[in-house]
């Protein structure tokens, strides 16, 4: 358990570092409840880690970091994704086209 806290949670890694089988990782996981939490609490604080990381881009003003919590976290607000794909070519290439649109209503091909 320490190997996998000092290698955030990287299984390859935290098995070269001590004698256990990658293997023996994923038997644990599915057959010891308390390793399998133990496990989940090492990837959540990465989790936090990351998130902390990525406030402080935001903070910085950071354009995609901003895009990429808006489009994950802003959905409620108006700030999402789409992608369109055009399939009416007659045999030609299929489009793929991504927009991110604010609280505005999204167009239509009429």
């Known amino acids: 358990m320490e190997a996998l806290k000092r290698c955030s949670g990287n299984v390859s890694e935290a098995s070269n570092r001590v004698p256990v089988d990658r293997r023996t990782h994923y038997l644990w996981m599915d057959n010891d409840p308390e390793y399998a939490a133990a496990v989940e609490a090492i990837k959540e604080s990465l989790i936090d880690r990351a998130e902390g990381v990525l406030h402080g881009l935001i903070g910085d003003g ?45 167009p239509t091909d009429d």
Request: cysteine-free; aromatic content about 8%; proline content about 7%.
């Open 62 to 106: 950071n354009v995609p970091a901003v895009l990429f919590f808006l489009k994950t976290q802003g959905k409620k607000r108006g700030y999402i994704e789409r992608t369109e794909t055009d399939v009416t070519s007659g045999g030609q290439p299929i489009v793929f086209e991504t927009k991110v649109v604010k609280n505005r209503p999204l």
